[in-house]
């Protein structure tokens, strides 16, 4: 239509020119639509960026998603079966197909609390199971359509370890951070290599959430957790079954032979190893029961430990973990509590035996080797037994879960024990660094190894130099405690548990030279009770003599503890040197004390009383004799416990008290079962040993016969 012709076009041409007038700094139609171009052309320069953009946003945080969209690329292999089922995998789910949609919901996808150290994200195996086989057929008869729904093809489930690094995320301490789990259910056709290829090609489109977090995911491993039975063929599973055969026929033959036909054959006789460990007459009541309750108490701390280290790295259990040992710091001392009895017990009995002492006493120091070679031998034959069925189980058990385990293990213990198995063999593990040992726990009884021969070394020259050898003592206790103080100093530890475990566990807490205080302790304690405390008084006594001088020494210890509760001294290193000092002196003296109290009530405060008359309950003394083998093998429980579970367990207090009261019943069940048929026949073999070595005549008695 011409304009000139168009009324309706000539007026707005009026009143735009009026306009004009009107407004003269008004943009004339040519200028607007020069400004339209403009943004045409720069929205067309930008369309690049955009799809870019685009293609990272709908990139999906479900794997198993990102999986079959890649094989819709042209530059994706679609001729293996592993690439045509999932193509058919990923064309079933946009029908809305169940089988597929089971297959989808079986994946993990989602990655949520990353950050806050979550990682894992595992699907759920039962789902996938249900994608090829009929499920709750006897459960229910609705919704047939979905659980009748069955793939054309086999799938299998599959786990994806990914090492995500970001910048955000929170670590664990100088521990590696945990690697993300991912479960997935897959066909399968998909041989590992080819799935591997696959998913670091999908991994490589991050979705936009991971570019803010500044994700990146790097596949490690790929895994089908089910029994495959390698580790049955290794010398471990040969010498663990070798060794439970031989003990097994032994057993057999002490109990259908008459009794007293071997004496070999009767340290494995079950009945009287029954008596013996039912029998608590000979014990000291009160230690038994310290034992069982120092022992539960490690248990609770390796029962949040354990899984912190193997499996769960999550916010709330570093959390939990945390405020145990820095708010309920009795928990982790209550080690102290065995190496104050262990020097109690090497002293006492030492001392005790008025026939050695004499013997001794008249052979000239240098004929005393002989005699400590001896004591040696018998102590380092009561551990080592144990210590090589634990690492056979360790070593065994790891290589089992690393077949069937959903999880990754993150301390392949069973690699350890290939490698420095001699170090626990020879009791030199707390020498070296324990993040690489087999059974690092155990560090504790090397130290007690060489406490014992030190102690057996000082106990030889005090036949022949009783104030030398007490003067070297109380000089060891005093220079360790000021070797503790100062390296405490050093470290400077803060109430952060990051930087009390760094600085603590290698330095302080594994340190040999540290232990050694509680034990010298209880070693003086020993001496002075063998020997008659006069008029009933400790050593405590004697260093804090009368009632004033105890109660401002209480006093100060309180004021100590109560400052370390005002959060203006978290950072102070010299009251917290100082603290950690002074509970591991006091956990060590009221030991000693409720040790004292057993044989004798009268002058000891009704706390004292109550508390022997606890331990020496009737279940605390069976139990007592337990211990050992109970501390040996709670955290290999707890491990395989922590492997074996499907799901992580929430940190819910109730939750984990439940599972700790668990763990206790049934790492008893098993002590009682190693300690019947392992641990008392070895102690018994060992005596007989022994017994037969001290009968034999020797080269003087030999010369006088002749």
Not at 182 to 196: A, F, H
Request: charged share 15%; hydrophobic share 45%; with cysteine.
């Amino acid at each position: 239509m011409n304009k000139q012709f168009n009324p309706k076009f000539n007026a707005s041409s009026s009143r735009l020119s009026q306009n004009l007038k009107a407004n003269p700094c008004q943009k004339s139609p040519s200028s607007v639509l020069n400004s339209v171009k403009l943004k045409m052309l720069k929205l067309l320069l930008l369309l690049p960026v955009l799809a870019q953009a685009l293609d990272s946003s709908f990139a999906s945080s479900s794997l198993l998603e990102g999986l079959t969209q890649l094989m819709l690329s042209p530059s994706t292999n679609q001729t293996t079966r592993c690439g045509q089922e999932l193509l058919a995998l990923h064309a079933a789910w946009q029908r809305h197909e169940a089988w597929a949609l089971k297959a989808f919901d079986a994946s993990g996808s989602g990655y949520a609390n990353i950050l806050m150290g979550d990682a894992h994200f595992l699907g759920s195996r039962v789902t996938c199971q249900a994608v090829n086989q009929l499920v709750l057929r006897y459960y229910t008869s609705k919704q047939q359509h979905l659980l009748d729904s069955l793939a054309p093809f086999g799938f299998d489930y599959r786990v994806v370890y990914v090492n995500s690094t970001t910048r955000f995320k929170l670590r664990f301490l100088h521990r590696p951070a945990t690697l993300m789990h991912i479960g997935l259910c897959v066909p399968q056709s998909c041989e590992r290599d080819e799935l591997e290829q696959l998913l670091r090609q999908t991994l490589a489109v991050q979705p936009l959430e991971h570019q803010y977090m500044e994700l990146q995911p790097q596949l490690v491993y790929t895994k089908k957790p089910q029994f495959v039975g390698r580790f049955l063929k290794s010398r471990a599973f040969r010498l663990l079954i070798t060794l439970l055969l031989l003990v097994l026929l032994l057993t057999l033959l002490s109990n259908v032979l008459p009794k007293g036909w071997s004496r070999v054959l009767d340290c494995f006789h079950v009945p009287s190893n029954w008596q013996r460990l039912s029998d608590s007459s000979k014990e000291i009541a009160v230690i038994n029961g310290l034992r069982v309750v120092g022992a539960i108490s490690l248990l609770i701390l390796h029962v949040t430990w354990y899984s912190v280290t193997s499996v769960n790295q999550t916010s709330d259990m570093l959390e939990g973990i945390a405020n145990l040992w820095l708010h309920h710091p009795y928990v982790p001392a209550m080690l102290e509590v065995f190496f104050t009895i262990s020097g109690f017990l090497t002293v006492s009995n030492f001392l005790s035996n008025r026939a050695q002492l004499q013997r001794l006493a008249e052979q000239p120091l240098s004929s005393n080797l002989v005699a400590y070679l001896k004591s040696l031998l018998q102590r380092y034959l009561r551990l080592v037994p144990m210590q090589i069925v634990l690492m056979l189980l360790v070593t065994v058990a790891i290589s089992y879960y690393r077949e069937v385990s959903l999880l990754h293990i993150q301390e392949p213990l069973d690699d350890y024990c290939a490698q420095s198995w001699w170090k626990n063999a020879l009791l030199i593990q707390d020498l070296f660094n324990t993040d690489y040992l087999c059974a690092n726990w155990t560090w504790s009884l090397a130290c007690e190894m060489q406490f014992h021969m030190l102690a057996m070394f000082l106990l030889h020259l005090y036949v022949h130099r009783p104030k030398l050898v007490r003067r070297l003592v109380v000089g060891i206790l005093v220079a360790n405690l000021v070797y503790s103080l100062a390296i405490l100093i050093t470290l400077r530890v803060q109430l952060r548990f990051d930087n009390a475990f760094s600085e603590l566990t290698e330095g302080f807490y594994f340190n040999p030279l540290v232990r050694l205080q509680t034990y010298a302790v209880g070693g003086i304690y020993a001496h002075a009770h063998v020997n008659g405390m006069r008029d009933g008084k400790t050593p405590l006594d004697l260093v804090f003599p009368g009632r004033l001088v105890k109660s401002l020494a209480a006093a100060a210890v309180l004021w100590v503890i109560w400052q370390l509760k005002l959060e203006a001294n978290d950072l102070n290193t010299h009251l917290i040197a100082t603290a950690i000092v002074i509970v591991r002196l006091v956990y060590s003296l009221i030991t000693l004390h409720l040790i004292l109290a057993n044989f004798s009530t009268e002058r000891c405060s009704f706390v004292i009383r109550w508390g022997t008359q606890l331990l020496q309950a009737n279940c605390f003394q069976f139990l007592g004799k337990l211990t050992f083998t109970f501390y040996l093998i709670h955290p290999l429980l707890i491990m395989c416990f922590n492997y074996g579970f499907s799901y992580l367990l929430p940190s819910d207090f109730s939750l984990w008290s439940i599972i700790s009261i668990a763990y206790t019943v049934i790492c008893f069940a098993m002590s009682t079962v190693l300690t019947l048929f392992l641990e008392m026949p070895f102690n018994r073999l060992t005596h007989l040993l022994m017994s037969s070595l001290a009968t034999q005549p020797g080269p003087a008695s030999n010369n006088k016969n002749k």
